[in-house]
T-cell receptor, first 113, second 107 residues
Framework: DAGITQSPRYKITETGRQVTLMCHQT?????MFWYRQDLGHGLRLIYY???????DKGEVPDGYVVSRSKTENFPLTLESATRSQTSVYFC????????????FGPGTRLTVL | RKEVEQDPGPFNVPEGATVAFNCTYS??????FFWYRQDCRKEPKLLMS???SGNEDGRFTAQLNRASQYISLLIRDSKLSDSATYLC????????FGAGTRLTVKP
């Protein structure tokens, strides 16, 4: 029972590079979400997706791009990484409507030098 | 002003103590409410949903006051394993997380 997985778990990159964080869930959940977690801010929603090929912006979408060609995958791309994007990134999914309980992946710790 | 505010703590309590966390939210249109638990360097996990009538799950009791836009979590008979950060979550069209309250239970 893999649930929801993220890769890589740790990533160090340089300013200006493109980085893609992967998220995969085995439950066939409709909704998927990307959050970032920074000290003092809690988790903030970057993007979410209600179904394959349907994505929408969250609270802090600038500098990020998402796609969802398959229900089980929801990659997050930083097109040109900046130091301010150093953070812990969590992917989550839920089976029902967006207000249902969310299940989180283990997180990706990204450092941008 | 943040949409969801929590006292960051830390709360340091002895085993067996009762501890209460509070959370306030600013958007009166919020529809559903949760407490999540997050262990150090781990992902958040649902602790319990919060209902208008209040709800209890073992040693944990959650309450919601819509008029005051206030949510609380009470932990009775604290265990060492309760040490974690507790996140208040408020949902209208998307989930809004508080920054969390850190709890350390000591022997």
């Amino acid at each position: 029972d893999a649930g929801i997985t993220q890769s890589p778990r740790y990533k160090i990159t340089e300013t200006g590079r493109q980085v893609t964080l992967m998220c995969h869930q085995t439950w066939s959940h409709s909704y998927m979400f990307w959050y970032r977690q920074d000290l003092g801010h809690g988790l903030r929603l970057i993007y979410y997706s209600a179904a394959a090929d349907i994505t929408d912006k969250g609270e802090v979408p600038d500098g990020y791009v998402v796609s969802r060609s398959k229900t089980e995958n929801f990659p997050l791309t930083l097109e040109s990484a900046t130091r301010s994007q150093t953070s812990v990134y969590f992917c989550a999914s839920t089976s029902g409507v967006s207000t249902d309980t969310q299940y989180f992946g283990p997180g990706t710790r990204l450092t941008v030098l | 002003r943040k949409e969801v505010e929590q006292d960051p703590g830390p709360f340091n309590v002895p085993e067996g103590a009762t501890v209460a966390f509070n959370c306030t939210y600013s958007n009166s249109a919020s529809q559903s409410f949760f407490w999540y638990r997050q262990d150090c360097r781990k992902e958040p996990k649902l602790l319990m949903s919060v209902y208008s009538s209040g709800n209890e799950d073992g040693r944990f009791t959650a309450q919601l006051n819509r008029a005051s836009q206030y949510i609380s979590l009470l932990i009775r008979d604290s265990k060492l394993s309760d040490s974690a950060t507790y996140l208040c979550v408020v949902n209208r069209n998307d989930m809004r997380f508080g920054a969390g309250t850190r709890l350390t239970v000591k022997p």
